[in-house]
């Protein structure tokens, strides 16, 4: 399962406060990737990254900053969650050296915004 | 950009029955490609990839994908279905040089025992 966790698993938050979801892996891959489940929508990619401290943006990365400070860890942040931003949240890496290895996901977050 | 789509989303089949989904892709240049596999209440496992070579790639539990270059597609076939395939599948397509997939918005197959 490529040694990814998530954290937490399930949170409820109220609108307006901030959120930070945790992806955790233990195989040193360089790639790490968060996206957003909804309905209807497939998966989205929000941000991701390619090294310690180097990221970019996705497709749906409005209202999201992420930040990498060791090659393990991988955290989301929703400065200020609103009702829009309610979904499951998945982390990824990637599993080839370069940029072109097949994606293994975690477990997921669900995250509801009321 | 690059789009993916997918043609069904949702199918219903019996038990033994065949099944192809569909798949295709907007990007002319080389790509890799992907099915994705997310039984309810669980995240994506891959099912089986395209990187080169012989179109035709086999998978986990007996699905198979065909891709044909012409067509910008790469449909996922399985010949008879089983009542535990029953989940959302997944079409991904990453562009070569580049780091991220494109997912379909997925095709929800159900399976009536």
């Known amino acids: 399962d490529a040694g990814i966790t998530q954290s937490p698993r399930h949170k409820v938050t109220e609108t307006g406060t901030p959120v930070t979801l945790r992806c955790h892996q233990t195989e040193n891959h360089r790639y790490m990737y968060w996206y957003r489940q909804d309905p209807g929508h497939g998966l989205r990619l929000i941000h991701y990254s390619y090294g310690v401290k180097d990221t970019d943006k996705g497709e749906v990365s409005d209202g999201y900053s992420v930040s990498r400070s060791k090659t393990e860890d991988f955290l989301l942040t929703l400065e200020s969650a609103t009702s829009s931003q309610t979904s499951v949240y998945f982390c990824?890496?990637?599993?080839?050296?370069?940029?072109?290895?097949?994606?293994?996901f975690g477990p997921g977050t669900r995250l509801t915004v009321t | 950009a690059q789009s993916v789509s997918q043609h069904n989303h949702h199918v219903i089949l019996s038990e033994a029955a065949s099944l192809e989904l569909g798949c295709n892709y907007s990007y002319g240049g080389t790509v890799n490609l992907f099915w994705y596999v997310q039984y309810p209440g669980q995240h994506l496992q891959l099912l089986l990839k395209y990187f080169s070579g012989d179109p035709l790639v086999k998978g986990i539990k007996g699905f198979e994908a065909e891709f044909i270059k012409s067509k910008f597609s790469f449909n996922l076939r399985k010949p008879s279905v089983q009542w535990s395939d029953t989940a959302e599948y997944f079409c991904?397509?990453?562009?070569?040089?580049?780091?991220?997939?494109?997912f379909g918005k997925g095709t929800m197959l159900l399976v009536s025992p």
């Open positions: 990824a890496i990637s599993a080839g050296q370069g940029t072109e290895g097949e994606q293994y």
């Open positions: 991904a397509v990453n562009i070569v040089g580049y780091s991220t997939l494109t």
